[in-house]
């Protein structure tokens, strides 16, 4: 096991979206698109990394853990046009409203 203080070789920043919805199949079909639309233009800041989470103590609750270079990435991309309606997309797929997180990645621990 390492650990790594946070440096420029990893994602410095982490967003998580915690939110219920009893249409996960669609939500996974939206960020896909999302991921594939933004892979093929290539412009402007993206997300280092996605993983999305299924809770299995409280089925119907899900998380959305996504990695950025920095804080102001992140927010640079929150700003674009594409990840707003994106983002309302999403919302209007859940039950309820999301619950967001902004994170500092502090460091992290490789094992193996």
Known sequence: MSIHNQGAEM???????EYRTS????VAALMEE???KREAEGSGPAP???TSCADR????????IIEFNSYEEAMENS???DTTE???RMMALCDGPGTFYNL???NRMEFG
């Open 79 to 81: 700003q674009r046009p």
């Open 104 to 106: 500092d990645v502090q």
């Open 23 to 26: 249409k996960p199949d669609e």
């Open 34 to 36: 999302f991921r594939a």
């Open 86 to 88: 994106m983002s309302e």
């Open 48 to 50: 280092v990394r996605g």
């Open 57 to 64: 103590d409280e089925p119907g609750r899900y998380f959305s």
């Open 11 to 17: 994602a410095g920043f982490v967003q998580i979206i």
